[in-house]
């Protein structure tokens, strides 16, 4: 009868911790309070520009980030891989050379993942619906500059 018991017992035990297991929200690593200061930073419109002295022509990028009021979870499938994403919001990218001859502009919903090296981290953009994510690496200077792109972005007013 103690055997059955000790069964039983062992039976629930693992049943519990199996629906555990099922039941587990997406747990981030514990860089990711690194990520969150990083989100708060990229907040509002940032302007960033590359000269180039012997062409004549310089090009200005413009980055207005929108954060969410909370970060969303989506499944996001690229290449038929899907995985879990954490957007934390809504981005206009707006690029142009000169005197707005050339000018391109994208909306984008942004995501940011930990590079685990010195200040640099991920910043991913996706589209709204379907297509291709752009990923680029982003070097946080201060609370209001990061590099991006082989650009410094500096926060405007």
């Known amino acids: 009868m103690r055997k059955l018991y000790s069964i039983i017992a062992l039976i629930a035990l693992l049943v519990v911790s199996c629906s555990k297991d099922n039941d587990k929200e997406f747990v981030f690593d514990k860089t990711?309070?690194?990520?969150?200061?990083?989100?708060?930073?990229?907040?509002?419109?940032?302007?960033g520009e590359q000269i180039t002295s012997g062409e004549g022509w310089n090009k200005k990028c413009e980055i207005t980030f929108t954060p969410y009021s909370t970060p969303i979870i989506e499944e996001w499938e690229n290449s038929g891989v899907v995985s879990r994403v954490k957007i934390f919001g809504e981005c206009d990218v707006l690029e142009y050379y000169s005197d707005h001859?050339?000018?391109?502009?994208?909306?984008?919903?942004?995501?940011?993942?930990?590079?685990?090296?010195?200040?640099?981290?991920?910043?991913?953009?996706?589209?709204?619906?379907?297509?291709?994510?752009?990923?680029?690496?982003?070097?946080?200077?201060?609370?209001?500059?990061?590099?991006?792109?082989?650009?410094?972005?500096?926060?405007q007013k």
């Open 101 to 155: 001859l050339l000018e391109t502009k994208e909306h984008w919903r942004y995501s940011v993942e930990d590079k685990f090296n010195d200040n640099s981290f991920r910043l991913k953009f996706y589209p709204k619906l379907i297509g291709k994510t752009v990923s680029r690496d982003i070097k946080i200077k201060d609370a209001s500059s990061f590099e991006y792109n082989g650009m410094l972005f500096v926060k």
């Open 32 to 47: 990711f309070g690194d990520i969150n200061k990083v989100a708060n930073i990229l907040n509002g419109k940032f302007l």
